[in-house]
């Protein structure tokens, strides 16, 4: 009996999540994501939206969705619906936690478990994973070398 | 009690019903699809089962999964050829589902003569010099990039965390029932991150992804490859390359990998959908300008 409770826990949990709608409220997922003004990668960029941000979903199209900030409705535009998410991000900067929820603020595989582990073994090459990282293609760059390649920019 | 199984069948048959019509575009559609099968395998408490692992964690288990493997390979420094491979990663990924990830996708060389790629899930993507000397034109260099995409995409790094720690990991990280402080905790997250971090480098480096998995990175890599508009059909000649130098390359991707031919067989199942197209001029004109292995 108690193998079924937790079945039906389970879907009641997981209901919210099938149903992403307009005026859903969700979460940030990534480290920083551009509000671009419409379904495209290449689409003009409107904004910022950051890590645990609150936003409203206005409209979803193909693998976009168009959202605004909640704190701030005019920042809004399309980001890509896997950088969403409804689960609640505490991060550092949200505001308002209540006790238990600052408690939770910043656990899990994070930045504060890395600089344990470059405690724990000093061999590890953090260095040079961040030098991969610094590998970055700008947008210009990117839509010249596709044009120049004569392949495809994406949708919109 | 049998009311209750029925409910239970008619709640279990709604929620797969829901999966299949209006989840699919949800980032962690994958992960919950297990978490539920899961559940019901273990009948886990929910608070251990409704936690996904979350694009910061694939970020951080990602970067300690690639400073590991860092311990045995050097970067090659070659900055040209390097903003060369970025660019086709994301002239690919643009055309994902998830062409961001936590912090982006970035490629670099490994300096070795080894055949070999890593891709972490951090979007960490590894290539050795020996595997980029394999590759003819662009879209055959596109196609490994492509493949590595694909099993950061797939989250197969992941699959290597036995599901055990992941739940523990979940248990500490979602935190509905515990409440996490102090110096303590952080060392047991950080005995659950090495313990990870072991388990996907045992995998990555020396057991290898199942068939499957590697069949299943390939599938991925010909959509991939055929929506940004090159040549899906570029992967056969790069497995063809493959297929010959592997008996002479000791270790790396010949170890981790299935082989090629069996590669070759499965690939062009998905390829008939997929008509062939030449390569650019052009990207064999920059190709021939920026690789000089």
Known sequence: MKKYTSIVLIFLFLLPCVFAKAGDTMYVNVKESILKSGTGFFASKLGTVYYGDTVIILAEAGKWTQIELKENPSNKGWIPTANLTKKKIISGKTQNLSESELALAGKGFSAEVEDAMKQRHGELRFDLV?????????????????????????EG | ???????????????????????????????LGRVVSSGIDAGMAIAKAAEPITP??????????????????DLADEVKLTAYLNKICMALVIHSERPELYNGYHVSILDSDQINAFATSGGHILITRGLLSCAENEDALASVIAHEIGHIQLQHSLKAIKTSRSSQAALATGGLFLNLTGNEDLMDLADMMDASINEVITTMVNKGYSKQQEYDADAAAVKLLFDAGYNPHAIISMLQ?????QPRSSGGF???????????NEVNKVLKKYATSPEAINRNKRFNETVFL
């Open chain 1, 130 to 154: 961040d030098k991969i990282e610094d590998n970055y293609v700008g947008d210009e760059d990117l839509l010249e070398f596709i044009v120049e390649g004569n392949l495809y920019g994406g």
């Open chain 2, 56 to 73: 910061e964690q694939e970020y951080y288990i990602g970067r300690s999964v690639a400073a590991t493997l860092l311990q045995s390979y």
């Open chain 2, 241 to 245: 390359v493959l297929q010959e130098k």
């Open chain 2, 1 to 31: 009690m049998k009311k209750a199984k029925s409910l239970v069948i008619l709640l279990g048959s709604l929620t797969l019903l829901s999966f299949f019509f209006s989840c699919e575009s949800i980032s962690d559609f994958d992960t």
């Open chain 2, 254 to 264: 010949a170890k981790t990998h299935p082989s090629a031919k069996q590669r070759i």
